[in-house]
């Protein structure tokens, strides 16, 4: 089966992993390198910081794999940030909705 082509790109910069473009990897697994930076960050007691902003789309799987990544802030009290882009629709709703599974996240729609 041919790979899917690369179309998306991921860079941390000081303590925020900026991710960009389109995300269609098929399962939540598949993510998991992708929030590794983010991950260590718990593990270390570290507020991880995630920017959406230039992501034109994350499939249900990449929302399913942020959505744990909230919700392994919440179990150890990890507060987490996230920057989204308010005039993509998409990023709204979802926001809005991954925002019930911690009171600690702060959004900041840019």
Known sequence: MPQ???DHSIEIIDDTLYLSGTF???LPINYAPIFL???ERIANK???ILN???VLFFNSAGIVALAALIISARDQDIPIIVYYDKDKAWQRRSIVSL???WKKME???V
């Open 107 to 109: 959004t900041n729609g």
């Open 46 to 48: 570290e507020t991880p």
């Open 52 to 54: 959406i902003k230039d």
């Open 4 to 6: 899917q082509p690369i």
């Open 24 to 26: 269609r990897l098929k």
């Open 99 to 101: 925002e019930r599974l």
């Open 37 to 39: 930076s983010l991950k």
